[in-house]
C-alpha cells in the first residue's frame, strides 16, 4: 500500500508525509509545474499544467488498496472505481455511499456559478481540520497495518 497525494492546493501534505513516514509507507506528491515538492524521502512526480492532469496521473499510479489524499470528488470517485481508498484534507475517507451525494453538490455548485450565482469559498483552515485528517488517516494506516498482519500470521 502506498499514499498518493493531489497535492496542488493540498493542505495536509507535510501531516501526509510525516505519517506516511511514521507507519513506513511509500508517499507519493503528484503536482503540476505550478508548485515545487522537495520532501525527503518522498517520490514527487511533476506533471505539465492542465485541466485534470494530476488527477489522471494520479488515478493511473493507484493500486487497489492505495490511498489518495485529494479534495478533488471526481478523482475520488476514480480512485473508488480503481479499489483506492480516498480521503479529503478535513478525514473525510470517500466512500460507494457518499460519492454520488458529493458530485450531485458539485453539479448543483457548478451550475448556480454558471448562473451567475455566487457561492460562499471555503473558511479559513482551523487546527481541529488537521487533527481530523491525522486521525482519520492513521485509522487507514493502521487498519492496512493490521491486514498485513493478519495475512503474514495466515502463512
Known amino acids: 500500500m502506498k499514499i498518493l497525494i493531489d497535492a496542488d492546493g493540498c493542505p495536509v501534505v507535510d501531516l501526509t508525509v ?15 509545474t505550478a508548485h515545487v515538492f522537495n520532501k525527503d524521502g518522498v517520490k514527487t512526480v511533476v506533471v505539465e499544467k492542465g485541466a485534470d492532469s494530476v488527477d489522471f496521473r494520479l488515478v ?3 493500486s487497489k488498496g492505495d490511498i489518495a489524499v485529494t479534495q478533488d470528488y ?11 481508498v480516498p480521503i479529503n484534507q478535513n478525514g473525510l475517507v470517500y466512500t460507494d455511499k457518499n460519492i454520488d451525494e458529493l458530485l450531485f453538490s458539485r453539479y448543483v455548485s457548478k451550475k448556480a456559478r454558471m448562473a451567475g450565482g455566487r457561492l460562499k469559498g471555503p473558511s479559513k483552515r482551523k487546527p481541529e481540520q488537521d487533527e481530523h485528517f491525522v486521525s482519520q488517516l ?3 494506516l493502521e487498519a492496512d497495518d493490521n491486514n ?8
Do not use: H, V
Request: net charge positive; hydrophobic share 35%; proline share 0%.
Open 18 to 32: 510525516s505519517l506516511s513516514k511514521q507507519y513506513n509507507k511509500e508517499c507519493i506528491i503528484i503536482c503540476d
Open 60 to 62: 493511473n499510479m493507484l
Open 74 to 84: 471526481g478523482l475520488a470517485a476514480m480512485c473508488l472505481a480503481r479499489g483506492a
Open 138 to 140: 492513521k485509522k487507514l
Open 148 to 155: 498485513e498482519k493478519g495475512n503474514t500470521n495466515e502463512n
